[in-house]
Each structure stands twice: as structure tokens, then as C-alpha cells.
């Protein structure tokens, strides 16, 4: 704890008062650690697919290029790198935005168990080379939830992006969704690499995996679940982890159906 004093007087009077400022020091060293550490792994993130991408060039350069197998192989790879670093900056960027304010929300009262089986039926079809079975429990009426639709929706895809991820190919995906009193819950599980439990509570923090090169191979940012927090936050929800360590991975989303009211009932 850090204390800053200020004698405060009349011009040329007596001492009228003292203001103490305290600072937490611990807070604010944290903070400091926290953002050099941000930006040490933003330049490692960045850095990475350059060097690749430099490589890559230069055997191009090197003649690759002539060869009917490896030029475009290796113009693959350079295609795969630059669409990772794009990500990575709009991941980035928005995160910036959210942890700057810049973010304003549009909330609209949307049905939830409709956009769960839009996102279900988009996966089915973009994953059908991996033979990935999904299955759902999905309410057959209307589920209403105020909320930004294109952040929710951007939310699921992360969480079902992942869980199809680490899932081995034949692997099963299930998307179940409870309505309770105030809140709408959806449980995603798969049967994939797991994260072991020491891991658990840090796969929501920027940059954090479990498995680095792995997941850098599976082309991730390690900022999917980082804004998927922080909009499921935003939103006045929770979001959490559940996994066994190589049997399969839960995410579950806890979603107020009115944050609105929510609000003025706690006013
Ligand atoms: P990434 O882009 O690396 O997938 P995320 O923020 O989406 O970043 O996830 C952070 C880390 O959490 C992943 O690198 C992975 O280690 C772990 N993870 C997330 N979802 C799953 C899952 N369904 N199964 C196993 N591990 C997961």
C-alpha cells in the first residue's frame, strides 16, 4: 500500500486539513504484470506465423515453387497462416473494444431454442468430413432471451468450434438447453481431448491453452473463450467449464432471459 499526503491550507493560513490518498500498490503492480504479459504473448502470437510465413517464402523462392506438389502445398500454408493472423487481429481488436467501453450491446428479444438449432444445422453441414454426430435437446417452443444476437450467436460458434476442434473425427457433440425460473441454461459436450482440471479454470483467459502447439496447428487464437466470457458477462450471464482429462469437454451457459428486467429488479 502506497500513501500520498497533501496538506491543505488557506493562502498563507493555517493547516486546514490533510488529504491521504492510499494506492494498492499489489493492484496495481498486478495490472502492470498483467498488461506486459499481454502484450509479450501478442507479439509471440504475431511472430509466430510470420516466421512460418518467412520460411515458407523463401523455399518458394528457393525453387518449391517450381515443383508441382510443394508449391501449392506451401501456398496453402502461407494462405492458412495469414487467415490466422487476420483472426487473431479481429480477436484481438474486439477485445480491445470491449475492454475500452467501445462495445454498446443491441439488445433484442430473440428465441434462443431457434438460434441453437440454426448454429446445430450450420455445424452439421460445414463438418461433414470429420462424421461428427450432433445431438440436441433443444425445447420445441420459443425461448425468449434479450440479447445481442450477433454476439450470442458469435458465442456458441467459439464454444461449438472447439468442441468440434478436439473432438476425434466419429466423435459425438450433444447441445442441450433447460429453461428454468429466471435463467435459460445450454450444456455442450463432446467426447475430445478433455482439459485436465488443474487447466479448467484458466481456458477463459486470453492467450491460455492447454496445449499450445497443438492448438496453434488447429488454427486458434487462444482468444475464443477469452470474448465469449466476456460477452456472455456482458450479458449479465455466467459461462464454465466441466471436463475429464481425455474423456470429453462440458461448456456450460447460463443466460438471464431478460437482463433489462433483471436490472430494474435489483434497482
Ligand atoms: P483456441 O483458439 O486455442 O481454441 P480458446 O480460447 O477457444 O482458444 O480455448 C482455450 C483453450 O481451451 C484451448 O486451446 C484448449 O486447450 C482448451 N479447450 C477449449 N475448448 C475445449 C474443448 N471442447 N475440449 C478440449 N479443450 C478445449
Given at each position: 500500500l502506497q500513501a500520498n499526503f497533501s496538506i491543505v491550507r488557506n493562502e498563507d493560513g493555517p493547516v486546514t486539513g490533510l488529504i491521504t490518498v492510499l494506492h494498492d500498490v499489489t493492484e496495481q503492480e498486478k495490472i502492470e504484470r498483467e498488461r506486459r504479459e499481454f502484450v509479450s504473448n501478442v507479439s509471440h502470437e504475431l511472430r509466430t506465423p510470420l516466421t512460418t510465413l518467412k520460411s515458407y517464402m523463401e523455399a518458394l523462392e528457393d525453387g518449391a515453387m517450381q515443383d508441382e506438389n510443394l508449391g501449392p502445398r506451401f501456398l496453402?500454408?502461407?494462405q492458412n497462416e495469414t487467415d490466422r493472423m487476420i483472426r487473431l487481429v479481429n480477436d484481438l481488436l474486439q477485445?480491445?473494444?470491449?475492454?475500452s467501453d467501445e462495445i454498446s450491446l443491441d439488445f433484442f428479444t430473440v428465441d434462443l431454442s431457434e438460434m441453437i438449432n440454426q448454429v446445430i444445422e450450420r455445424f452439421e453441414m460445414i463438418n461433414?468430413?470429420?462424421?461428427?454426430?450432433?445431438?440436441?435437446?433443444v425445447p420445441s417452443y420459443p425461448v425468449y432471451v434479450?440479447?445481442?444476437k450477433d454476439r450470442i450467436y458469435q458465442v456458441f460458434d467459439n464454444v461449438l468450434s472447439n468442441a468440434v476442434k478436439y473432438s476425434p473425427d466419429g466423435g459425438e457433440i450433444s447441445v442441450q438447453m433447460f429453461t428454468r425460473a429466471d435463467a435459460v441454461d445450454v450444456e455442450i459436450s463432446d467426447q475430445g481431448v478433455g482439459i485436465p482440471k488443474e487447466s479448467?479454470?484458466?481456458i477463459f483467459d486470453r492467450f491460455y491453452r492447454v496445449d499450445k502447439a497443438r492448438a496453434r496447428n488447429l488454427g486458434g487464437t487462444g482468444l475464443g473463450l477469452a470474448i465469449a466470457k466476456?460477452?456472455?458477462?456482458?450479458?449479465g450471464g455466467k459461462i464454465a467449464a466441466d471436463s475429464e482429462w481425455k474423456k470429453g469437454t462440458t461448456i456450460l451457459i447460463t443466460l438471464p432471459y431478460s437482463v433489462i428486467n433483471k436490472a430494474e429488479a435489483g434497482s
Open positions: 496453402q500454408v502461407t477485445l480491445s473494444r470491449m475492454d461433414k468430413d470429420k462424421n461428427i454426430a450432433f445431438y440436441k435437446e434479450d440479447m445481442d479448467q479454470h484458466r466476456e460477452f456472455i458477462h456482458a450479458h
